[in-house]
Nanobody, 121 residues
Framework: QVQLVESGGGLVQPGGSLRLSCAAS????????MGWFRQAPGKERELVAG???????KYADTVKSRFTIYRDNAKNKLDLQMNSLKPEDAAVYYC???????????????WGQGTLVTVSS
């Protein structure tokens, strides 16, 4: 079992910055990919940024060049540095982890409880 706990959300003005953190615990040894998703009211949950255990990162076009994802395998942490925040970035942000559980490629997907990011003046 993997537990994910997010932190760092809050209220920030447009153009400001926040750094979200995700701490993973439990059976973390077999985690492969991790990522940050977000969901705003009335919208579907979307991928913000993802990163493999090898360090390959992908970003949504809407956040590219503004957000950076960081993964610390030794400390089982996943951070998201968010700069130049826009009102459109306001959402609940969720940490995600995929853990491989079989040689055939089966996996478990884990989610944190979410942390709220509000962007407003």
């Amino acid at each position: 079992q993997v537990q994910l706990v997010e932190s760092g959300g809050g209220l920030v003005q447009p153009g400001g910055s926040l750094r979200l953190s995700c701490a993973a615990s439990g059976r973390t040894f077999n985690i492969n990919a991790m990522g940050w998703f977000r969901q705003a009211p009335g919208k579907e949950r979307e991928l913000v940024a993802g990163i493999t255990s090898g360090g390959t990162a992908k970003y949504a076009d809407t956040v590219k060049s503004r957000f950076t994802i960081y993964r610390d395998n030794a400390k089982n942490k996943l951070d998201l540095q968010m700069n130049s925040l826009k009102p459109e970035d306001a959402a609940v942000y969720y940490c995600n982890a995929i853990a491989v559980v079989s040689m055939e490629g089966a996996y478990d997907e884990h989610w944190g409880q979410g942390t709220l990011v509000t962007v407003s003046s």
